[in-house]
């Protein structure tokens, strides 16, 4: 039998529930992509910009209701609603199929049907994994190729007729009353149907490489974990890998190509969303990008949070939802330059000031890793990178201090089990409420997250020397509620202070919490912030924390029995060093 065989008898099945006018291979070539890209410009679904100050960038409008992933909307079909746990939406494997399979009915006729074979993870990598996609969105076809390795590296990849994650996409009507994005981690299976639109449709993202990734992680003792991977360079030119785990559009994509304001030390960008990540012969985790592309947050992208992501999105790239100047640029709010005249704004309309942004808050660049100035001579390293540390961050106004360690992997398992974030517009629902968000992975962990959690404990025994664990927490504000920290390039000497760390140099006083800088354990040179000011960013409050560990206590109680006994002892043996 082939090694393509089972993907063509799936393919074949899906024809005949989607009824396709026609049905296309993708090969990942250069050709394939200009094609896709003209047939979009002549549809009128993507708008060709400046060519001579953006070369082969375009501007692609979403439907205005398909702007960001709808959680609410998306679905782990496991046997056992258990195994989905309290924190996944369930629906029964055959109940979605039923439900969901009757809006695939008939959904492609009329419209192209296109097979991507892609390959997650760096040719010839171990770690790599391959899925078969199907859609009949030529933009998703176009953005799977900037985000992943299409065609033959990944057939080639196939090690057996059923190794691949299988993922059926349709725009369907679009209509949000007919959009289900299903995970069936059981059969490697997804289903997604009515969204156009980024972690919703371009399945080997959250899709694959998150929630089956992670079921599959849990099964084979690795890690699929919503994390960047940078390496950071100091002043004699050696580089230590971290991985931080933060929610969407919190500063990820930020962190991971910061040009360092600290001098001497420098960032090497490996990925900037997802991390594969597995331990070696000799007990070092070592971690691949899956992806081959950045899916970026437009909005505060300018030269001073991000100078490298503004160089990389002026070529081949396909911007989503910003605004156009009449010059065909793109514009955005926090871009660094005031609105032009003339602007339109995401949905086509032309924009005025004071009223909506013009850019939506959501709106996205997708642009390849290569183009990235600081992108990491490892960053296609079949073997992955070694990593040294881990960072949880999230978005708190309040309660977490700027930077702190964990004592040993089973405290950092606990911090990152314990993390909350402010929302942000990347989901569809209110901004800026805080909720529990679990190693920024609430989104997207395929399985009961007490599990979870317990298979972070299993891996920390299997580790040489495990990763050193940090919190942090760049977003915290003082009482008139600005930023006690300037963050972006800044940043470096947070991370800076972590290496020493790891190298057993850097200070620190322990507290009921962790290990805390001290005072001059940080380089502030070049940097005209009062002492103070870092001191309060690094403050802590005995009863604020009692109070946010009860939280932490009821959101615990969720998991029932089957959260792990050391998440439950860390959590008592935190509240009873605050004296609580
Ligand atoms: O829309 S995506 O899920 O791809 C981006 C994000 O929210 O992290
Ligand atoms: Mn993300």
Sequence with gaps: MSITAGAERWV???????????????????????????????AGTLIEMNQRTYPGCSLHRSHPSDVA???????????????????????APADGKERVGALFRGSMRGRRMF?????????????????????????????????????????????????????????????????????????????????????????????????????????EGWMAEHMLILGLEDPEGRVTYLAAA?????????????????????????????????VDAVGQLRAINPERGFFGVAPNTSVKTNPNATTMVRANTIFTNVALTSDGEPWWEGMGTDPPPGLVDWQGKPWSPGGAPAAHP???????????????????????????????GSRRSRVIPLVFEAFDWQHGVFLGSAMSTETTAAITGQVGVVRRDPMAMIPFCGYNMADYFGHWLNMGPRLAKP???????????????????????????????????????????????????????????????PRERLAQALAWD????????????????????RLPGPIREELSGMIRRLGG
């Design 115 to 219: 097979v991507i074979p892609y390959l997650m993870g760096p040719a010839d990598s171990p770690m790599s994994r391959v899925g078969i996609m199907v859609t009949d969105s030529a933009y998703v076809v176009a953005s799977m190729h900037i985000m992943t390795r299409v065609g033959r590296v990944a057939l080639r990849h196939m090690r057996a007729p059923e190794d691949f994650v299988a993922g059926l996409h349709s725009l369907g009507d679009l209509s949000p009353d007919r959009r289900f994005i299903l995970h069936f981690p059981e059969e490697k299976l997804v289903w997604s149907i009515g969204s156009g639109y980024g972690g919703n449709a371009l399945l080997g993202k959250k899709c694959h490489a998150l929630r089956i990734g992670s079921w599959q992680a849990r099964e």
């Design 12 to 42: 074949d099945e899906v024809a005949r529930l989607t009824q396709p006018a026609k049905v296309i291979w993708a090969d990942g070539s250069r050709q394939e992509y200009d094609g896709l890209v003209e047939d979009m410009l002549r």
């Design 362 to 392: 959501n709106s996205r660049f997708t642009a390849p890793v290569t183009q990235c100035p600081s992108v990491s001579p490892a960053w296609e390293d079949p073997q992955g990178v070694p990593i040294s540390g881990f960072i949880f």
């Design 69 to 91: 992933r709808t959680e609410q909307l998306t679905f782990i079909c496991t046997r056992s609603r258990d195994d989905a746990g309290p924190t996944n939406n369930w629906m």
């Design 467 to 529: 990763p050193r664990i940090f919190r942090v927490n760049w977003f915290r504000r003082d009482e008139d509620g600005q930023f006690l920290w300037p963050g972006y390039g800044e940043n470096a000497r947070i991370l800076a202070w972590m290496v020493e760390r790891i190298r057993g140099t850097g200070k620190a006083v322990e507290t009921p919490l962790g290990f805390i800088p001290t005072p001059d354990a940080m380089d502030l040179s070049g940097l005209s912030l």
């Design 542 to 561: 005995r009863a604020e924390w009692l109070e946010a560990l009860g939280d932490l206590g009821k959101f615990y109680e969720e998991f029932g029995g």
């Design 246 to 278: 933060m929610p969407s559009a919190s500063g990820k994509t930020n962190l991971a190509m910061m040009v360092s304001a600290l001098p001497g030390w420098r960032v090497w960008t490996v990925g900037d969303d997802i991390a594969w990540i597995h």
